[in-house]
């Protein structure tokens, strides 16, 4: 009776496909907003997973794959090493995390540190003490969805530095909604370094994020609007 998807990159797929309109539902992943709401940097935290104090701290928390194209955190924090006081934090697992962690221990990458998945208890604290946020996609790999970790981002303020083409779900997000996010070429480094000095210039909360993230992703608006669709 419905065809729901949760980007409306999909919705476009859908309708390529002979979906007619009328059946399409725009359902997308929330975010338990309450939880990230007002919540400041958390000092100890940092400290427990290495990052030393008044570092400025750029964040990858999430799945490590091997087809995300991670190696890029790993080429701009190369490319930052003149700069000691800042720290690229990669928190998480996966299939991919062993390659970066031989690549950063062989280039002797100090400004990196690697820490585990967190408990879900300690992701707002995580996601407010990072400076900048990295949603890393490849190239073609953004053109039908939203991450996930995003809405969480969203959700505390954050500012994030997302990789991604113009023309995609999230760069339809960055044009629709100016300032939620910086918007880079995907697979440059050079784009991406530069997207780190923008963030890093910015305020620490980002007034865009957290306006759409209350009318957009909150649990209950979404629901309440799914259960007038069907």
């Avoid at 990052?51 to 190369?78: F, T």
């Avoid at 003149?82 to 934090?89: A, G, I, S």
């Avoid at 303020?157 to 960055?174: E, H, K, Q, V, Y």
């Avoid at 305020?203 to 649990?219: G, I, Q």
Wanted: one cysteine or more; a positive charge; hydrophobic letters at 45%.
């Amino acid at each position: 009776d419905r065809v729901s998807t949760i980007s409306s990159g999909m919705l476009d797929k859908a309708r390529g496909k002979g979906v007619h309109g009328r059946r399409l539902v725009f359902f997308p992943n929330w975010s338990e907003t309450a939880r990230f709401r007002q919540v400041t940097r958390n000092q100890v935290l940092l400290e427990r997973l290495g990052v030393p104090p008044g570092a400025r701290v750029v964040l990858y928390s999430g799945n490590i794959g091997e087809k995300q194209g991670l190696e890029l955190i790993l080429d701009a924090a190369q490319a930052h090493a003149h700069h000691p006081e800042r720290v690229f934090l990669i928190v998480g697992q996966g299939t991919g995390k062993a390659r970066l962690l031989e690549r950063a221990q062989r280039d002797g990458l100090r400004n990196v540190l690697f820490a585990p998945l967190q408990p879900y208890e300690d992701l707002p604290a995580l996601l407010a003490s990072a400076d900048a946020h990295l949603v890393i996609q490849k190239r073609g790999a953004a053109d039908s969805v939203l991450p996930s970790k995003l809405t969480n981002i969203l959700a505390v303020g954050g500012n994030a530095i997302i990789t991604a083409d113009p023309d995609t779900t999230l760069g339809r997000l960055c044009e629709e909604h100016p300032g939620i996010a910086v918007l880079v070429e995907p697979e440059s480094v050079a784009a991406l370094n530069a997207g780190i000095e923008r963030v890093l210039a910015l305020p620490s909360r980002n007034e865009v994020a957290l306006n759409y993230a209350k009318e957009f992703l909150d649990k209950e608006r979404i629901l309440q609007r799914f259960l007038a669709q069907v």
